[in-house]
């Protein structure tokens, strides 16, 4: 099975503020036209570390897939790069240059020279068209391996992927077919999962298993090939229902499904509203739950309750009862639960409160301890939860734990 090395060029790929979104939705392409991704790399916008990682790459894979730094300024070295690292020169294509004359000529804008920088070529390659941008991508093949630059931005990137690069690969993707399957889990730890899902391994020797921790949630990758889509379904499915036999109620969703979405859902099977009532998340909740697309058919708003006379103004939680038992508690977090539904007509209503941090806290509910209420046609409750971290990942958490309760209770 020939392999294939993504490497994601950019220095603020590096910072906290930027994820590369383009590996991940790369390697899903790869991975249906049957290649495997051994490694992928981010290296910044330095020259000798760049041209160092594309001889590792191309000494160690058959195609190593290139994204980013394809731009006309000084920091985009890409092309540079990548010609020292080949031992070939780069060309100017008079033909590329009048082309982004006539994309700029289209916008009205004068064009720089230092645009020039994207008319050059690997000796030997080809130009791959960039309808979306200026950045034109690059296929260099040589000795049975190739060597592929595309542009960073998405809109640019996923459609010369599609239209000019997944033809080329196909021929070279053998007669293996790679297909993969992903569940998502919440409620379990890493290490109590893989104790369930250990005896399952010997059972399926064909199927490549990977777990992953985020800060939300687990992820379960099971990864099998065949000759077709349907010989390597026959070798994955079985192990995906045992694993949904064995996590049971813990696997909430598969592939790209978030827990918002599973809980609209079932929402919308069951005919039933939702309001939410939030305090330590401050709306995160009905953040997540409006992400979803047609969530208007379920979802009826939030009480957003910040304060104690909010908190009673609002929703008519006692004061009595926050002075007695404080606004962090479980009698206050049903209280809220059951003012919202009262108010808003919905069906469902899911109340928040809770010590984020970095203050605040006693000693009975330290920072981390949240409450949830819950009160829906036939009842109304509270869970107390604790959670490590952060403020923003203390709400974070909270916020997916009070997704994931109503989830359990519209099961049953």
């Avoid at 603020?12 to 992928?40: C, H, I």
């Avoid at 997944?166 to 399957?181: F, Y």
């Avoid at 058919?297 to 939680?317: A, D, I, N, P, Q």
């Avoid at 404080?326 to 928040?352: F, I, W």
């Amino acid at each position: 099975m020939p392999s294939v090395e993504i490497i994601a060029v950019g220095s603020e790929l590096l910072t906290p503020e930027r994820v590369d979104t383009n590996s991940l939705w790369l390697t899903a392409q790869l991975n249906e036209l049957g290649f495997e991704v051994t490694a992928k790399s981010i290296i910044g916008d330095h020259r000798d570390r760049l041209t160092q990682a594309y001889r590792q790459a191309l000494a160690s894979a058959d195609i190593v897939i290139s994204t980013g730094g394809l731009g006309p300024t000084e920091d985009d070295v890409t092309r540079d790069c990548a010609a020292e690292a080949l031992g070939v020169r780069l060309e100017h294509w008079e033909s590329l240059w009048e082309d982004l004359k006539a994309k700029f000529a289209r916008m009205g804008r004068p064009i720089p020279e230092n645009n020039r920088r994207q008319a050059l070529v690997l000796q030997g390659g080809e130009s791959l068209a960039n309808p979306n941008g200026t950045a034109p991508g690059q296929w260099f093949a040589r000795e049975g391996r190739a060597l592929i630059l595309l542009p960073g931005p998405p809109r640019e990137l996923k459609p010369m992927f599609s239209h000019h690069v997944m033809e080329r690969l196909r021929p070279l993707a053998g007669s293996n077919v790679l297909v993969r399957r992903t569940l998502k889990v919440y409620g379990l730890g890493e290490s109590a999962m893989d104790e369930l899902l250990a005896p399952l391994y010997p059972q399926h020797p064909e199927v490549t298993v990977t777990t992953l921790f985020t800060p939300l949630d687990l992820e379960v990758h099971l990864l099998a090939s065949g000759t077709t889509s349907e010989l390597g379904l026959q070798k994955v499915t079985p192990f995906e229902q045992a694993v949904r036999e064995v996590l049971g109620v813990y696997v909430y969703g598969e592939s790209l499904q978030s827990l918002a979405e599973v809980v609209g859902q079932q929402l919308l099977a069951a005919g039933k509203t939702l309001v939410t009532a939030e305090s330590i998340t401050g709306g995160l909740v009905a953040q997540r739950v409006t992400e979803v697309a047609g969530s208007s058919r379920y979802f009826l708003g939030s009480f957003v309750t910040y304060s104690e006379e909010m908190k009673h103004r609002l929703l008519g939680v006692p004061e009595g009862m926050l002075a007695q038992y404080s606004a962090v508690s479980a009698p206050v977090a049903e209280a809220m639960a059951a003012g919202a539904r009262d108010r808003s007509g919905a069906d469902y209503a899911l109340a928040l409160t809770g010590y984020a941090g970095p203050d605040g806290g006693t000693e009975e509910d330290p920072v981390g301890t949240v409450y949830l209420g819950l009160a829906g046609p036939d009842v109304v409750k509270s869970k107390r939860v604790k959670f490590p971290g952060d403020r923003e990942l203390v709400r974070s958490r909270c916020a997916q734990a009070a997704l994931d309760w109503l989830r359990r209770s519209l099961l049953t």
